[in-house]
């Protein structure tokens, strides 16, 4: 790939040379004036246009609000923003003109970062949320996907785990893909697929989250689903700002999982096996003693899971130079044992005026991350699954002072304490991002953007399990990856208005990004010295290496033009065109257009004098998007080595087999997606409301099948099928109560997703790979045509067979007290036919309200999320409730089991021998929950106090997070999933780390 | 303007090669196979799955139903359980990772050879290469079709996913076919590589198959004499031949004896994956030193008829916990196979004891049943095959424990009780039963108080009509899920 790049470096050189040649004739046609229009803060105001009265001529300033236009000394120019008072100029003598130009306090003036550049909040004609710092600035957050949630419609944000450090999975507008990458891109400061947890989220200035096929489209082919484009913060003040913020969180285990007690426990176990395999004075002891509470040995709770996060900024802006300079800190205990998660993140944004028209801006941000056992979600052998299903009759220590090992009655080999303490899974993180930009105005209406970036991430995974982990093979492992990411974007816009009507801007964008990876991995298996850790692999008996590289590329072209008519008819058009190394030559191309239309209905005469409606826009949007969410060399026919056998009695010697079918015709999954919306403000600006309804059709989905096993247990990719999405958004923001000392600020936000799949390519129905969780019979999830995305599969409980049911219990072999099932298919017996959908794991609905009270220097913050309609299989109960046949039957539901005196239950009777299945409908419990996500209290100093002090202000604050959440789900929290960042295995439970609840205190102060 | 752009952007377009993928690190299908090396490493990859089915205990499952095996309540056990109790399920989730996996996957890697083999450059070590390929392709059909019945048969590296289950005999007629080719292409030994499968190993290994095909389900009688034919060869003409004590055989340092016929190369110094697991498994209760699994132990009447002798002494473990247990004193309550742990317990937890795919006493037995069948009665040399196997259980050199002049029944039923004790806990009695209907038979003996599992899908006592459903174990759920064209065997359906 080397060679190619040198090829397209002489390509690049051509084609800045060309732009700038033709820069440089524009400029010696044209006599010009510059000048930078601020607000009366001193801000920059890019977008405002300016105009030669009397004449067509015209402007618009950049992103720094600068300008450059031809005009003679007579000439009197108009300068114009929304939301701002217009001004009059003579330009006279001046060749740099500074404007100032004061608020216009009747109209909304936003300028929004769209991607390659930004647009005036009244022109934009796609599907965008914004999002502010301020939006979030009362809720601690210490991963940024959390500033995410339920704040915007159409962005679903699930904490699928709450381990210490663990991004949370962000949906925008459902999953398109069925079983591949459905993250959103991420594009901080124009650097696309930046980390996003190495985001310190004190740096974010604002969020904008690109939804319809108009406004992502510009990402083409990384933009299917959704994109989120980060914009940090840069140095505004004359004066230089310090700021420090400091967060001290006490953290704590959400509930409490009802387990029966030692003594029930062992008398649950005599009557299931009809033998006394605990002693009545053992049941005695247990009695007295408790037997072992595994939650209490595993989590902790207050300040010894103590999650800290300290921020220090200093920005300013001295002559042609504005920063911003940051440090982060964070450590997170976690509140499980042995788990943690630590940040320390630097930040440098500097900008340099070079000249009036050639900007420079440097951004350096490196942060260092180590997260500790935060993994493991779908596994049994994890502690939080492990203490719900261990037997409380096994104690947590040996002996010798040790955690046990194994315990009978308890269905796994490993106790929770020997998972929490025996297994150590360090990943070491630290990633620089360099990005580079220079904003040129070559010409008249011309400017050319360009950014350079490099992102390097090494990342280090040493694990350790020790022989309590590992009875037989305790091991020890170093994965080192190196990670490199190259980009750098060319951006040609042109911007002018004729006739004063007509608006109209293109741009022309040349954009390359590519990935290089090595990755390497030692593991030491039968470690022969525990104490050495990992810190000496040779101490073992045998060792296992590998090692691998991947290279991938995009290369892009991007067309687009917004068109203005009279600010009242709006039009968006683009075209990219992408090129993937990851798809063989007949499939690399893949163009992506979209349009959008904007009719602002307020700026026509009928509605222009409203006093009640400000704003009014309709919006309409199509466009196509695309997913290369495969891995590199994922069409390329391979072959599996290492496979390691004997056959002389003692040399390990390395065979190749066949890695699973090839496909050479993978190409991109493609998003079309219609969405037609209206904004609205109201009352002075005071409330406004947007709405937008979707609808998106994935084709060529790509999908991981699993084949039958007997083709070889391997799994396939391939683009098949088409998956709908459709749904509603509706957000509603505004100001309920503003007098002098109250003001209460509110913000709603409401959305539906439904995804159904409309086709599958040859197959009705698919299993898509990686449904077998542990615990479960491996049904997993079934797609299938027609039907919605989500189901979950199982056998339809009908309680159980009662005494007076003898002859039709005998029909299945059943008996009265055994489990009873649905016949689906008549045929008298249970089999897999009758497995159906038992359970969607899907939202039905999620929604957002955000409120903020402020009473003189107090600020009320209540955050409340919501996800409605969606159940969850609660694997663990199934587990404690007998599908293990005699082990971990922990569940207090034991209690209740049938017996002929108790036959109005569903707990099928302890002594029933009858098989009974996890995947049961009688474990799908409903997941919808309301959750008081934060609420926090924050107090302002004063001013008078601290006037005589260097103390510009200090806030301290109290908060809650986690506090309540209203739900009928019986696991520890609806919100996780064990399926992860999974889009189809969604609902399913099997001992996921919950999120904890959390009480934060809060300081921050400026100087 | 926007002309000179587009030019531009055209021009740097046209200008530039498209993004191709150069793997660095990885090997390609289309041009191995090409050399002996490579055709010798597809080879290698094809044991992998094979050690995999032997060295875990979960290979036994659905050999649990035999009366020489039982496992425990509780714990993680309940796919051992299902087998046992006669309460078999689709969603045995051991059943499809350790039997149809690792039995498919065998198939995958084989037939990657198989299909490619010809590429390579002719010669003797090609041929035999690819033989050993047909051997395990071979071995693995076997096993399914024995265990589960008709099975979906793929024989190349291109497959439809839409194969029907071929009925045993095509299944079987394929297997024949593998089995001849291994015959007729590989050595009579591998030289410092006991693991290969040899000529011998491949006879004894068609010996096997042919004496499953005479009786149930096939009922081919004919192949009894087929069988015969060639544990006969095997038995003059190998060089193999029975260790003198029972317990040398189960001596890691005796791994690759003269006995063993083929081994799996279980190593404990490498691979934990490769290293026999079976102490873990099978090797102690709880109570003894806190280790064991308790996957699977004898049934308590088995090891009751279990002749007494030496064989009996170092086949099961009766005393734990350093003397003060004994086996009915112990949690489980059962006797365990020390036998297949190589005592090394408590030391060695996991350990390099090669267990036996073909064993000479196999070659003895399998003749002396297939010989008695084909001719109508038992003559000299099965009598001698089964008298010689019977003095080593004995311990004895002289003929104080041999049998003579029985009848045909009577000497079937005393190979076949032999061969449960010679055989006891090695995933063999089961099979035995099966092609003999003698299923109910077996289990009539089993204890029905709370020493042993109570059994669920059939009752003890209950005629060999009742167990017919379970001979074949259930298809595993993944598979009906995905082909609900398929029709699921009796015990599931």
Sequence with gaps: MKKQFTQLLSCLTFFVLASSLMGFQQVNAQQSVSGIVKDEAGVSIPGANIFIEGTTKGSVTDFDGNFTISALPTDVLIISFIGYVTQKVTVGNQTSIKITLAEDAAQLSEVVVVGYGTQKRSDITGAISSLSSKDFAEQPIAIASDALQGRSPGVQVSNSSGAPGSVAVVRIRGANSITNNSNPLYVIDGVLGASFTALNPADIQSIEILKDASASGLYGARGSNGVVLVTTKRGKTDTPIVEFNSLLTTQYLPNSIGKLSAAQHAEVVNTVNGTTEFSQTEIDAFRTNGGTDWEKEIYREGFDALLQNHNLSVSGKSGKIDYYISGNKVDNLGILENSNYQREAVRANINFEVSEKLKMGFNINYSDELSKNIGNTSSLFNPTAAAILYSPTVPAYGDDGRPTHTGRFSGIGTSPTAIAFGLNNNLFTDNTTFNFNLNWDFAKNLSYVFIGAKRVQHASNRTFKDDLADLTAPAASVGENEFQQYQHTHIVEYKNTFNTDHRLSFKGVFEETWIENFSSRATGNGLTNLDRSYFNLALADTYTISSGETESGIRSFLARAEYAFKDKYLLTSTVRQDQSSKFQNKFQNATFPSIALGWRISEEPFLSDSKVINNFKLRASWGETGNEGVNAYSSFPTLVTGIGSIVDGSTIIFGVGPGGFTNDDLKWETTAQLDIGFDIAFFNNRFTASFDYYKKNTTDVLLTVTPPTYLGGITELINAGEIENKGFEFMLEGTIIDNEDFKWDALFNFSTNEATAISLGKDDFIFPAGGNFSGSNGIGTKIEVGQEMGNIQGYVSDGVWGSDEVTEAAVFGAAPGDSKYKDINGDNAITSDDITTIGNGAPEFIWGLNNTFAYKNLTLNIFVQSMVGHDILNINRALTNGVNGDSSRTSIDQLNAWTANNQNTSVPALTSTYQQQPEDSRYIEDGTFIRFKNISLAYDLPKSILESTFIDSVKLSLSAQNLFTITDYKGYDPEVSAGGNSNVFLGYDTGVYPNPKSVTFGLNVKF | ?493
């Design chain 2, 1 to 493: 303007m926007k002309k000179y752009l587009l030019i531009i952007i055209l021009s740097s377009a046209f200008g530039c090669t498209t993004l191709e993928e150069e793997p660095k690190g990885l090997l390609t299908p289309s041009s191995f196979y090409e050399n002996q090396t490579d055709l010798d490493a597809g080879v290698t990859a094809i044991y992998r799955p094979y050690m995999d089915f032997f060295l875990n205990a979960q290979g036994s499952i659905p050999t649990l139903g035999g009366d020489d095996v039982t496992t425990r309540l509780g714990s993680n056990k309940e796919d051992y359980r299902e087998f046992d109790r006669f309460q078999t399920t689709a969603g045995n989730g051991w059943l499809l990772q350790h039997g149809w996996g690792h039995l498919y996957r065998t198939v995958f890697f084989a037939n990657a050879v198989i299909s490619n083999y010809t590429k390579t450059p002719e010669g003797t070590a090609r041929e035999q290469a690819a033989a050993q390929a047909f051997f395990l392709r071979g071995w693995a059909y076997f096993q399914l079709v024995r265990t589960w019945g008709p099975v979906p048969l793929v024989i190349s590296d291109v497959t439809t996913g839409e194969e029907p289950r071929s009925p045993e005999s095509e299944v079987y007629e394929q297997v024949i076919t593998d089995l001849e080719f291994a015959i007729s292409n590989l050595p009579p030994n591998w030289t410092g590589e006991p693991g290969r499968p040899s000529a011998w190993a491949a006879k004894l290994m068609l010996a096997k198959v042919y004496l499953t095909t005479a009786g149930w389900p096939l009922k081919n009688t004919a192949n009894y004499a087929k069988a015969a034919e060639l544990a006969k060869d095997v038995i003059d003409n190998s060089g193999h031949s029975l260790m003198p004590t029972f317990r040398d055989l189960w001596l890691v340092e005796n791994d690759n004896n003269i006995e063993s016929v083929l081994a799996v190369q279980a190593d404990n110094g490498g691979d934990w994956g490769l290293s026999n697991r079976m102490p873990l498994s099978v090797g102690a209760p709880d109570d003894d030193s806190g280790n064991g699994w308790d996957d699977y132990f004898a049934e308590i009447a088995f090891f009751n008829e279990f002749p007494e002798g030496p064989r009996k002494d170092d086949t099961f473990k009766t005393s734990f916990a350093e003397g003060t247990l004994t086996w009915e004193q112990t949690i489980q309550g059962n006797p365990y196979y020390s036998k297949l742990t190589g005592y090394s317990l408590p030391q060695n937890w996991q350990n390099s004891l090669n267990p036996y795919v073909l064993r000479f006493a196999d070659a003895l037995l399998m003749y002396a049943e297939a010989q008695n069948k084909a001719d109508g009665g038992p003559n000299a040399a099965a009598y001698e095959a089964l008298n010689e196997v019977r003095r080593r259980a004995a311990g004895v050199n002289d003929n104080s424990v041999d049998v003579s002049g029985l009848s045909s029944d009577e000497f079937h039923n005393t190979v076949i009780a032999e061969a449960g004790w010679e055989f006891a806990g090695e995933w063999h009695r089961w099979y035995n039963l099966v092609r003999n209907e003698m299923v109910a038979e077996a289990t009539a003996k089993r204890i029905t108080d709370d020493r042993e599992l109570p059994l669920v899908g059939v009752s003890v006592g209950d005629p060999e009509s009742a167990f017919q459903k379970f001979y074949y174990a259930p298809i595993p759920l993944n598979e009906m899920l995905l082909r609900p064209d398929w029709q699921q065997n009796p015990c599931c359906n």
